[in-house]
């Protein structure tokens, strides 16, 4: 008889393509039932965050409910800061873990269900008889508040007899949005007038808006009233027409995109949440001006917001198109009197910078020549992610993901690479990382190369610092040794695990990359380069951080 956790099995093979993770005690029935589903694959990572990591990149790279799986006690554990993560960034994700026995903690059980619960994630145990239903519960939750959830498996029930196999439930369908009611409508009426009247429009557009399909329909929008258009860092490629575009907003927008987000006197954001770094710490926006905000979050997620609409942004959007026309809306003209390429461009920098190593800016220009157009960008967090943010161009919103930066964390970069690989094996998948980052997750470096092979490669900024504690602390006069990291070959550690790798000291040795690229996917392995480059350079957003530390 099929046991539970074959019962457990066969009811996430329903809804997942894939599991990431690492074997151990806990879980080894589980993986057992999985390697014997067609319909699955699992792939091995070497840390269990990793395998959180991975599930959740593939999620965000279209992969579909992300799973991920670890055995109890320090497997469980280790995965804690990859699943505050997922819990911050609002990735369905589930987590199938070993537990306790039902007998009763041994020395080396913990509260798992505690520790999941501190840091927002609700757990679910499954029993001898409801493997099936508990498993579809769980996915049910996953799915309806957009959140992970850790699905328990004790240690004396994973390989219990669980009986034949019931007929498996469709997981039921999130909660709808509250119907629209003539407030809303309304409100939505006071939205387009504001914009029919408006002299220097402007849309901004988050990741909310990608996932509700809203591109067509706000680029309509764009059209109709001559507005430009800008996004947050998770919402970029999302309009239609790039030569009316500023940009991101907020820390990693260029100045002179930003004076002209000053000038708008109404805005419009759909499915952002306007977050402190989006808002520039409240200066994004001047004073007067006419900001409504539609979302799916109860109310106003900021106190700018004077117009707020709670709906899906698709559908709103796509109803302000039909009020525009009502209105007979015509184009303000405002975005033609401007020179939008030059305002969202930023400082090339030197080759060099003043020490002699690296000006990451100029490399993160000459990167975005080089990188392969089919790019999905993976970032891991630190001082560093402005870069890829500020110069890296991508297609849509769904080829840039930024794990580790909801929950303000770094080395969660290498795992990322065979998540957004499962997810997009048709494209190449870039990491951006920086030494620090790196060193914590060295681990799944091997993952990577095994993984994404020849359509995958890193970028390393390795300044011999963390370079974040560097630019804010250091420049307050804190004592700097704790703050700096010898530095490392990661070149060398790309060879030793399969990979390629070059060091970077000079423009000329980007060079590398183009040869790399130019090869055939099938026939050149992971390549990670190692960018020497300066801690003297400040990214622009953490000046702007600065600024409000001080």
């Known amino acids: ?11 996430l093979s329903r809804h997942i393509t894939d599991v990431f993770g690492v074997m151990g005690n806990g879980n080894a029935h589980l993986l057992d039932a999985i390697e014997r589903s067609p319909e699955v ?37 280790n995965t804690l800061t990859a699943l505050a993560e997922a819990a911050q960034a609002r990735t369905p994700l589930v987590l199938v873990v070993g537990d306790a026995p039902t007998s009763g903690p041994r020395p080396w059980d913990v509260d798992q269900i505690a520790l999941a619960s501190a840091v927002g994630v609700r757990t679910y145990t499954v029993g001898r ?15 309806a508040f957009s959140s992970p959830v850790v699905l328990a498996i004790p240690y004396d029930v994973a390989r219990a007899d669980a009986g034949p196999l019931p007929p498996i439930p469709e997981p039921r369908p999130a909660p709808a949005l509250p119907p629209a009611t003539p ?3 309304g409100v939505l009426r006071q939205v387009a007038r504001a914009l029919s009247g408006a002299q220097r429009p402007l849309l901004v557009a988050g ?5 509700a399909g809203a591109g067509p329909a706000l680029g309509a929008i764009a059209d109709a009233t001559g507005a430009l258009t800008a996004t947050t860092a998770l919402g970029r490629g999302l309009f239609p027409r790039s030569e009316f575009d500023l940009g991101v907003t907020g820390g990693f927008g260029a100045e002179g995109a930003m004076a002209a987000v000053r000038e708008a006197d109404v805005v419009v954001v759909f499915g952002a949440s306007l977050n402190q770094f989006t808002m520039r710490f409240g200066a994004l926006f001047a004073p007067g001006t006419t900001v409504a905000q539609v979302d799916v979050a109860p109310t106003a997620t900021h106190p700018n917001v004077g117009l707020y609409v709670r709906a899906d942004a698709g559908v709103a959007a796509r109803a302000l198109v039909d009020e525009l ?7 303000s003209g405002w975005r033609e009197t401007l020179d939008v390429a030059a305002l969202r461009s930023y400082d090339h920098g030197d080759g060099l910078a003043p020490d002699g190593r690296l000006d990451p800016r100029a490399a993160a220009r000459r990167l975005a020549d080089l990188l392969p157009e089919d790019r999905v960008v993976v970032s891991d967090g630190g001082h560093f992610i402005g870069w890829a943010n500020m110069y890296w161009p991508v297609a849509s919103p769904d080829r840039m993901m930024m794990v580790g930066t909801a929950y303000q964390s770094i080395g969660l970069g290498f795992p990322s690479v065979p998540g957004a690989a499962r997810a997009r094996p048709d494209a190449t998948i870039v990491l951006t990382t920086g030494d620090g980052g790196g060193l914590m997750a060295v681990s799944d470096l091997e993952s990577a190369v095994r993984v994404a092979g020849g359509h995958g490669l890193a970028v390393v900024w390795n300044d011999r610092a963390y370079g974040a504690e560097v630019h804010l602390y250091g420049a ?17 550690l790309s060879r030793a695990v399969g990979g390629e790798g070059v060091v970077v000291r000079t423009l000329d040795d980007l060079d590398a990359l183009a040869r790399w690229r130019e090869r055939p996917a099938e026939d050149r392995p992971f390549l990670l380069l190692d960018l020497r480059v300066s801690s003297s350079i400040r990214a622009p957003y953490q000046e702007e951080i600065l600024r409000v530390n001080s």
């Open 207 to 211: 990741r909310g808006a990608w996932l």
């Open 1 to 11: 008889m099929p046991s539970v956790s074959a019962h457990v099995s066969a009811a």
């Open 129 to 143: 008889t409801d493997a099936v239903a508990t498993t579809i519960i769980a996915i049910e939750h996953a799915l």
């Open 476 to 492: 307050q006069g804190l004592a700097p040794e704790p703050m700096l990291i010898p530095e490392v070959a990661f070149a060398a």
């Open 183 to 185: 407030f809303t409508t």
């Open 41 to 77: 694959a699992f792939t091995a990572l070497r840390h269990e965050a990793g395998g959180v990591v991975a599930a959740d990149a593939h999620y965000r790279a279209g992969g579909g409910l992300a799973a991920a799986t670890a055995t109890y006690g320090a497997g469980f554990t």
């Open 325 to 331: 026309a009502a209105l007979g809306a015509r184009s």
